[in-house]
């Protein structure tokens, strides 16, 4: 599966983005998914995971509160709402796959086998 990124930018602290993730090459319904973050000089971070029914759900501590991740199958897209944003929150924002195999979501950078390119959220002060 190819999985690619968008939706992020520049906004203020306090601001909201909705970043998405389209996936192409095969069904999303077989994949659980995850969103991951990397600040500079900082290692890449886990930050929310949905598992391929959408029934499981878990968040990073710094982000449960403020960010909901979703899914459409339908569409083969996946999406992470992101609300009250703080400029610890400025990352590049990945997009993660992993053949769900009848687990529930997955919460290490490791565990995932499919990678889209990433795309830049900064949070200005």
Same mark, same amino acid.
């Given at each position: 599966?190819?999985?690619?990124?968008?939706? +992020?930018?520049?906004?203020?602290?306090?601001?909201?983005?909705?970043?998405? #993730?389209?996936?192409?090459?095969?069904?999303?319904?077989?994949?659980?998914? +995850?969103?991951?973050?990397?600040?500079?000089?900082? &290692?890449? &971070?886990?930050?929310?995971?949905?598992?391929?029914?959408?029934?499981?759900?878990?968040?990073?501590?710094?982000?449960? +509160?403020?960010?909901?991740?979703?899914?459409?199958?339908?569409?083969?897209?996946?999406?992470?709402?992101?609300?009250?944003?703080?400029? &610890?929150?400025?990352?590049?924002?990945? #997009?993660?796959?992993?053949?769900?195999?009848?687990?529930?979501?997955?919460?290490?950078?490791?565990?995932? &086998?499919?990678?889209?390119? +990433?795309?830049?959220?900064?949070?200005?002060?």
């Amino acid at each position: 599966v190819q999985l690619q990124a968008s939706g +992020g930018g520049l906004v203020q602290a306090g601001g909201s983005l909705r970043l998405s #993730c389209a996936a192409s090459g095969r069904t999303l319904s077989s994949y659980n998914m +995850g969103w991951f973050r990397q600040a500079p000089g900082k &290692e890449r &971070e886990f930050v929310a995971a949905i598992s391929w029914s959408g029934g499981n759900i878990a968040y990073a501590d710094s982000v449960k +509160g403020r960010f909901t991740i979703s899914r459409d199958n339908a569409k083969n897209m996946v999406y992470l709402r992101m609300n009250s944003l703080k400029p &610890e929150d400025t990352a590049v924002y990945y #997009c993660a796959a992993v053949t769900h195999r009848g687990l529930p979501v997955r919460l290490r950078v490791d565990e995932y &086998e499919h990678w889209g390119q +990433g795309t830049q959220v900064t949070v200005s002060s």
